[in-house]
């Protein structure tokens, strides 16, 4: 069969949309999880951190699936929420909607640019829950708010919760971003484990100034990414819980692929959302041609280069300036 791609990015993250509203295509699970490990794979011609569905829903504007590289399905993924909010706005013309995800239907606007003329789109991440059972994070205690983990380290402080993928957050030095423990701790965490069964998106976050972090994220399913939206968006909230930031105010989330901003809301004790604000950049659009029994011998057909890259390109560089000044 001929499969439609449109290959996009926020900070980096990059995924394959496939639309399911324009075309049917009638995927079975099993082909969407073939598809995600096939299409997603970096030794390929196309290579992505996922896939994102995009599909009808009986009471919002779209519905979005997102299937991580390793073929496993995520309930949230806020760069790909943008990314999907973009495709959704160009094919309805609406520029606020509704997008159905696994646990929660959620807002998403087209809004003024965080960058030049790069294309913006401002996402609800929500629910926000602490219960560890939710995560599911089983170490003996009902919530963890920076605090010790002693089977992951007898240093660090975390703090979990779920937006409602789940993460793992600490607050780090530069020297500790730059050393291997977020690597070993996310591979025991994401591995067979008692303390993580699902497995848990980790992230270090550095704080750069006030109202301004660097956030790096091993995720489940995929590795290190250049950036994770739920993760910048759930350690933004980390840093207004630990009194370094402030609800409200806008803080802005430097990253491996960008930057992008988050504002974080309290609407009553313990029931918080958070806006990601940030890029939804394309790439490509291809034609490829699958065979759903055996994904991993897919031919290209097709491929329109686009040009917007070009643009992003000016963020990125001045966010590795950033990055860079506190890592050197
Ligand atoms: N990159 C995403 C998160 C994707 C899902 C995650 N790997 C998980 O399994 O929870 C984001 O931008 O939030």
Known sequence: MNIDVTKCHGSGNDFLIID???NSYNFSETERKALAIALCDRSTQLGADGILFVMSSEHSDAKMRVFNADGSEASMCGNGLRCVARYVNELTGKDNMIIETMKANLYAKKTESIYDNIPTYRVEISPVIFMADK??????????????????????????LAVPNPHLITLVSPEQIQSNEQERISEYVNGENPLFPDGVNVSF?????DRAIYVRTYERGVGFTNACGTAMSASSLVTCLLDINEIEKPIDVFNNGGKVRCIVHQHAEQHYTIDLIGNATYLYNASINVNVDRPQEFIIKSKHDLEEQELYKKLEEHSKEVVTKVFS
């Not at 995560?135 to 010790?148: A, C, D, H, R, S």
């Not at 976050?205 to 100034?209: A, Q, S, T």
């Open 205 to 209: 976050v550095h704080i750069l100034e």
């Open 135 to 160: 995560l599911p994070m089983y170490i003996g205690k009902e919530t963890l708010v920076n605090e010790k983990i002693e089977e992951l380290s007898s240093e660090l402080n975390f703090t979990a």
């Open 20 to 22: 399911e509203i324009s």
